[in-house]
């Protein structure tokens, strides 16, 4: 029997969190391995596990897997989270990539210089409600099915619900307008994986602080 898959990479939500959500959701346990000194890294590069000299890598069927979206693809293709056809898998990548686009601004928020951080938070905000979400909800309003591809979940949904996470970390009332997101978020949230994940003490990382930049920052040897 194969082993469970290891992730490697710092102890910190970054590019990792949205493989953890995934995995998490198909039910599947998983251990980590941190990397907590820049040497950890040096490492895994020097003994040739990553294949482009940068995490996150994710061993896996006897695998070490790198790039995020491969990994996504790879877990979501396995544990039947990828749509039953070519056109469906092309919806699934479509709205993933749309959650991509706007996840990223969040995720690269904490390294936004002090000066320029609420001009960015505003665009953050202003794309959230006027481009991205208000197209997530027009999908479920078209087809009034519980997920957003083939009335069946797929990783779209569960990396957008993952999304709406950060959405309302940064400012709770981004939701209000969008009643068919609010529900996709509590159906997948009560799932019983994810309602597991989503508790206090597994694996789900918490919100950046300024602590977790400085490691983040020294491990990757970020000026």
Known sequence: MAG???????NGRGRMECIRWLLAAA????????????EDLDKLRNDGSLMFQQVPMVEIDGMKLVQTRAIL??????????GKDMKERALIDMYSEGVVDLG???LLLPLCPPDQKDAKITQIKESTTNRYLPAFEKVLKSHGQDYLVGNKLS????HLVELL???EELDPSLLANFPLLKGLKTRVSNLPAVKKFLQPGS???PPMDEKGLEEAKRIFRIK
């Open 203 to 205: 694996q789900r990382k």
């Open 73 to 82: 693809n790879y877990v979501a293709t396995k544990y039947n989270l990828y």
């Open 104 to 106: 990223e601004m969040i």
């Open 4 to 10: 469970k898959p290891k992730l490697h990479y710092f």
């Open 155 to 158: 990783k779209a949904d569960i």
């Open 165 to 167: 996470y950060y959405v």
């Open 27 to 38: 039910g599947v346990e998983f251990e980590e391995k941190f990397m907590e000194k820049p």
